[in-house]
């Protein structure tokens, strides 16, 4: 097998990999492979596969992760993060007080970047799959994903909206009504919040709102927060 571009630059000009060396291959589907390298050329790298290795690392809840677009490093940060503690998919829109917006051509381009960082992290961390990145036109494009509430009956989903200033519920308090969820859906808004129209649309849509402390966060701490907090309750940092 031979493996080239980003991939060969990483092993050879990051890594300093050389002949001999044994590698981990993955495919981003769930299947990983050990190998070892046979030789380098110039932008090209000679593996050998060994034997196929199970990987179980992958959460035990499904995690989508659902954002107003954020600065471009900001949001390469969350995708870094989410990645490495076990989101399954990342979703972006562009919400009513969201200082950034990007064009019909940037809509590619940033998600590439995405899928780019997604893939360095899920190899950094020895994940099996690599996690779904979707970027809409709006907050309705984001909804219509996600599914009515009289669809979820049973089947075990939550769908989170992170407030700041309501101090009603906390994710604690989610999790004590609701102790067994296999699917987490978690929306942070922009540094501006989100309208009180946007959250009313939330809310019809089945999303329960919870705090996050008694704090103002910034956009990727709150992320941070939310991701962690879902896995410590629901998943495999229990």
């Known amino acids: 097998m031979t493996i080239r571009g980003d991939a060969a630059h990483h092993m050879t000009r990051v890594l300093r990999l050389a002949v001999d060396d044994p590698v981990e291959l993955r495919d981003g589907l769930g299947r990983s492979w050990r190998a070892r390298i ?34 471009s490093d900001r949001m390469d940060l969350v995708v870094r993060q989410g990645t490495e503690i076990g989101v399954h998919r990342f979703d ?57 509430p009289a669809a979820m009956a049973g089947k075990e989903k939550l769908k989170v909206l992170t407030l700041e200033g309501r101090m009603e519920r906390s994710l604690m308090d989610l999790h004590r009504e609701h102790p067994v969820c296999r699917e987490v859906v978690a929306a942070t808004g922009p540094e501006g919040g989100w309208t009180e129209e946007e959250v009313m649309r939330f809310e019809r849509e089945g999303f329960l709102s919870v705090h996050l402390g008694p704090r103002i966060l910034r956009f990727e701490t709150a992320t941070l927060a939310v991701m962690v907090c879902a896995q410590l309750l629901w998943g495999d940092l229990r």
């Open 38 to 71: 046979r030789s380098i050329s110039k932008g090209a790298v000679d593996v050998q596969v060994i034997e196929e290795v199970p990987l179980n690392t992958e959460s035990v809840i499904h995690l989508t992760l659902a954002m107003a677009l954020a600065r």
């Open 92 to 148: 972006f829109f562009p919400a009513a007080r969201s200082q950034y917006r990007l064009g019909a051509q940037e809509v590619g381009r940033r998600r590439d970047r995405c899928l780019k960082i997604a893939q360095e992290a899920m190899c950094q961390c020895r994940r099996a799959f690599l996690p779904e990145i979707c970027i809409h036109p709006n907050l309705d494009g984001f909804l219509e994903t996600v599914g009515h």
